[in-house]
């Protein structure tokens, strides 16, 4: 992942979100995936960030956090599982499998 180089604003986009709590997430999330859902590289990096997420606030002891952030890396990879086929699903496994 060190040679990565991200290609949207999620981090950034989450991180403000984080500070105003479980809403601003959930807001922040529903108009990313409603928007980039089929764009399997921006899906791949909306799926890596939440798994970041998920564990930033897992070890920082917010697990009511990390589980919102743990079921949105679990809805971009069953919609990619789903819908993704050939090189734009080995894509999406290559970055987070």
Do not use: P
């Not at 290609?7 to 409603?34: C, L, Y």
């Amino acid at each position: 992942m060190s040679n990565y180089q991200f290609q949207t604003t999620f981090w950034s986009d989450f991180s403000i979100a984080d500070v105003f709590g479980k809403q601003a997430i959930k807001d922040t999330f529903n108009r990313a995936f409603k928007e980039w859902k089929d764009n399997h590289v921006y899906l791949t990096e909306l799926a890596i960030v939440t798994n970041w997420k998920c564990w930033d606030f897992y070890h920082a002891g917010k697990h009511d956090i990390s589980q919102m952030y743990a079921d949105y890396y679990y809805k971009c990879r069953e919609y990619a599982l789903d819908h993704y086929k050939g090189k734009e699903l080995d894509y999406y496994l290559d970055f987070t499998d």
